[in-house]
Structure formats: structure tokens, C-alpha cells
């Protein structure tokens, strides 16, 4: 009688499920929120800039939270040093300028539902 080997998956070294879900994660939720603004933005008038704010406050909160609960400083070691906040900096104004083009794209799509 032969016996069957047993098949054990092998333990991956990286987050990969856990970074697509978090990817894909994201996409969904950012879906939501253009089709969300669309909505706020034709029929309530709600302004574009306001949209911007709003998200960034409930991300800031959010991420905010999270840094509390698992014990990271909120201004670590690695920000005290001035080139990599100078980057910090760049980068961030970088992601605001390109995430205010696309709550203004999101303004300019014609939509049919609303």
C-alpha cells in the first residue's frame, strides 16, 4: 500500500495576499468615493475643495488612530532628520496637487444618473 505524501502549502516570506487586498481594498473604496463626490458634487453643489478636505481629515484621523494603537511615534526618528523631510514634504505636496486633479476630473465627467 502506498502512502500519500502530505501537501503542505509553503508559507510565503511576504504580505502579498494581504498587499492585493489592501490594493484592492482601496480601489473599491476609492471608486466609492468619486462616485460620491460626483453626486455631492452636481446635485447637492458641494465644492470640490471641501471634498478634498474632508477625505484628507477622516485619513488623517484613520491613520492617526492606527499609529496610536500599535505604539508608533506620530514625528519618528526618521523625520527628524532634514533630507528625508524634505522628501516627506515634496512628496506630499506632490499627492495633494495630483489628488486634487482628480477630485476636479471627477467634476468634469458627465455622468447620466445624475
Given at each position: 500500500m502506498i502512502e500519500k505524501e502530505?501537501?503542505?502549502?509553503?508559507?510565503?516570506?511576504?504580505?502579498?495576499?494581504k498587499?492585493?487586498?489592501a490594493m484592492n481594498g482601496?480601489?473599491?473604496?476609492?471608486?466609492?468615493?468619486?462616485?460620491l463626490s460626483k453626486i455631492l458634487m452636481e446635485r447637492h453643489s458641494v465644492n470640490a475643495v471641501d471634498l478634498m478636505l474632508v477625505r484628507s481629515m477622516v485619513s488623517f484621523v484613520?491613520?492617526?488612530?492606527?499609529m496610536k494603537l500599535?505604539?508608533?511615534?506620530?514625528?519618528?526618528?526618521?523625520?527628524?532628520?532634514?533630507q528625508t523631510f524634505r522628501t516627506l514634504f515634496?512628496?506630499?505636496?506632490?499627492?495633494?496637487?495630483g489628488f486634487a486633479g482628480l477630485?476636479?476630473?471627477?467634476a468634469r465627467i458627465p455622468?447620466?444618473?445624475v
Open positions: 502530505e501537501v503542505v502549502a509553503p508559507k510565503l516570506k511576504t504580505n502579498t495576499t498587499a492585493v487586498l482601496y480601489a473599491i473604496s476609492n471608486f466609492v468615493y468619486m462616485v484613520h491613520s492617526f488612530t492606527h500599535v505604539g508608533i511615534e506620530f514625528i519618528g526618528e526618521e523625520l527628524r532628520d532634514k515634496a512628496r506630499s505636496i506632490a499627492g495633494t496637487i477630485v476636479f476630473a471627477i455622468m447620466g444618473f
